[in-house]
């Protein structure tokens, strides 16, 4: 599949770049050649126009509630060109348009895993016609649901669907993180962005292109790439401060010594392009070595709250479980094994909850015809409601759920990662299905490193019943305590907002849409999610390893750290270089020069974010074994 290359002109040689360089240079050359009024003129048209394209910027960005620090560069151009220290401004002038331009090369360096993630998705599909021979070429928005397509070895697959020739082998790295290519068989999921060997197959497609998996991812990743660098809100937090520190400094300068010139050699280094660069420079670093990780953050605010988390919460199913329930027995009560299984899965077919396929599933695989629904409608966290044709009215859910409309009755006894599904008909329970729904793999170690990194809280909110959920917090290590069961979505927003904040909250579900844009930073577990929980999600897990969410939060902290380690070092060498100025040693024009050099340096250190997805802990979660001590918070998933 072609993918569309995305053209864009290089930073530097952007009009205004090249415009203060040229004049800069011919700065330079009236200098060393004794003209100095047409030093002074070039100086201040270059200086001139860089002013009255920084204050618009600033202005608008004052308009939008953000102090910049463009305030002090707009300060020393104007001080140079009053003390008449030309060259001084028009390198300060290329500073702040050639660290725009430094910042957008490394910027783009950055989110070079994200543009490639937009730049492979495919344009187009292969149509195997009805006559089953001929193939056509057709736009990847003509593909429909049922369309028989071909594809071919090497090419990216353009639709889920599922597989119609014997085999396939499929590398799926770029969507859920597994290294080794997938061995696929007739009537497997075929996830749609996966990579094809070198074989040819045919698939059924069960998604239209808008709809499909990696059109999902593909979305998440442009609103990241597009997303403003709220990363700067962490600068913005020094500007301030650091503005009255150089204008205070300058000011005493001048004061002191009774020369003009010192007040704008000071402000001259005291320019702050390195808190300007390099915090979104790190976390845009951090963003791509996240998206490395199989994991989608939306913006660099999230990596900067989820830096912090003091606490979490978990969904149950398909979050700390696997989210691939198999239907283990079924009991029957007033009716039928068989009357249970088709009415259950009648039902299903209008759910969107993880239990509805493996039901539906059984339903077939045992010859089980369904009966026409007219009507139905999904509770969340509760079940489904439906009326037959015949005008009956059907329950399956959790027993709560059932207990409103049919006679009392016992809850079935469950053991560790059962949960039970009820099914009733008009007043009478029908019978109980009950579905098996193991663990992740790393789970535990995964909860274990979180509690290691500080996060005191840590509780399970579902909307399961409690018998099965204490029997999953038990496996986990989870105290009683920490176990919220029987949650409806509005319960669970508030168990998540009594949390010490900033808080985590990681569900995959339709439910868990509402407590994820609630919490301070919700994450989805995307890779068989609902959309809903995607888009409401701060960052969303494109595969199935729960041990991501360690990876992403070890991304954040490290992120955080190399974005504050740039700032830190740009304001101590700026404020150092300020106290030699200050004393008259440090003239504007080599003041200037110095600064570009901090800039640079300032961007190097940023980039280090780009490494962190090379050590992740997700690598040792997977070797450990180690079972965590219960952390205690304050005191069927549907």
């Not at 259950?344 to 509805?356: C, G, I, L, P, T």
């Not at 019943?465 to 176990?483: L, N, R, Y």
């Not at 992120?559 to 504050?564: N, P």
Request: proline share 4%; charged share 15%.
């Amino acid at each position: 599949m072609e993918a569309q290359p995305r053209v864009s002109r290089h930073p530097l040689l952007h009009p205004l770049v090249l415009f203060v360089a040229v004049g800069l240079g011919l700065g330079v050359v009236f200098f060393f050649t004794g003209l100095d009024l047409q030093l002074a003129i070039t100086a201040y048209l270059v200086v001139g126009v860089t002013l009255l394209v920084t204050m618009v910027d600033m202005f608008q960005a004052l308009r939008a509630g953000h102090w910049g620090l463009d305030i002090l560069a707009v300060v020393a151009m104007i001080a140079t060109l009053v003390v008449e220290e030309y060259l001084a401004g028009m390198i300060i002038a290329l500073m702040l348009t050639g660290g725009e331009a430094l910042e957008a090369m490394a910027a783009g360096r950055a989110s070079r895993e994200l543009d490639s993630l937009i730049n492979r998705r495919p344009t187009f599909a292969y149509l195997l016609e009805a006559d089953g021979v001929t193939v056509t070429r057709v736009a990847l928005d003509e593909v429909q649901v049922g369309d028989l397509l071909v594809v071919r070895g090497s090419e990216v697959v353009p639709v889920d669907g599922h597989l119609i020739s014997d085999r396939a082998s499929l590398d799926e790295s770029s969507v859920t993180g597994e290294a080794l290519p997938v061995t696929k068989h007739p009537g497997d999921e075929i996830i749609s962005g996966t990579v094809n060997g070198s074989e040819t197959f045919q698939m059924r497609a069960t998604t239209t292109a808008a709809d499909s998996q990696y059109a999902k991812i593909v979305q998440l990743v442009e609103e990241a790439v597009q997303s403003r660098a709220p990363m700067v809100r962490l600068a913005d937090r020094y500007a301030v401060p650091f503005t009255v520190i150089a204008l205070l400094v300058a000011a005493v300068a001048w004061w002191y010594s009774g020369d003009p010139v010192r007040f704008a050699e000071v402000l001259v280094v005291a320019t702050p392009c390195p808190l300007l660069i390099g915090a979104p420079v790190a976390f845009m670093g951090g963003m791509s070595s996240a998206a490395q990780a199989n994991v989608i953050v939306k913006d660099g605010g999230t990596l900067e709250r989820l830096a912090r988390i003091e606490s979490a919460a978990f969904d149950k199913t398909g979050t700390l479980t696997q989210g691939r329930p198999t239907v283990g027995r079924i009991t029957p009560v007033h009716g039928t094994v068989r009357k249970t299984l088709q009415l259950a899965a009648s039902a299903e077919q209008y759910s969107v909850h993880v239990f509805a396929g493996p039901i539906i599933e059984h339903a077939h695989q045992h010859g089980v015809e369904l009966i026409s629904i007219d009507q139905a409608q999904e509770v969340a966290t509760n079940g489904v409601e439906a009326t037959t044709h015949s005008g009956e009215r059907l329950r399956v859910g959790k027993s709560a759920f059932i207990a409103e409309v049919v006679k009392p009755f016992e809850d079935l006894e469950l053991t560790a990662g059962e949960t039970a599904v009820y099914v009733s008909c008009n007043d009478q329970l029908v019978g109980i299905i009950v579905l098996t729904d193991p663990l992740r793999a790393t789970t535990t170690a995964t909860i274990e490193w979180l509690a290691d990194q500080g996060v005191d809280q840590m509780v399970m909110v579902t909307g399961d019943m409690d018998s099965t959920a204490q029997a999953i917090a038990k496996e986990i290590g989870f105290a009683p305590d920490q176990v919220h069961s029987s949650m409806t979505p509005t319960d669970k927003v508030q168990v998540v907002q009594a949390m010490p904040s900033p808080t985590l909250m990681v569900g995959d579900g339709i439910n868990d849409a509402p407590i994820l844009a609630a919490a301070d930073i919700g994450i989805a577990m995307g890779a068989r999610g609902s959309t809903a929980a995607s888009e409401s999600a701060d960052a969303v897990i494109t595969s199935e390893r729960f041990a991501r969410l360690a990876d992403v939060t070890h991304i954040a902290k490290r992120t955080v750290s190399i974005a504050l380690q740039s700032i830190w070092f740009g304001m101590a060498v700026s404020i150092g270089l300020m106290a030699i100025a200050a004393f008259g040693y440090l003239p504007a024009t080599f003041g200037a020069l110095m600064q570009e050099v901090v800039d640079i340096v300032a961007i190097v250190i940023a980039l280090r974010a780009l490494r962190l997805h090379r050590h992740l802990p997700s690598d040792r979660l997977g070797k450990s074994s180690r079972r965590p001590s219960p952390t205690h918070a304050p005191s069927s998933s549907r």
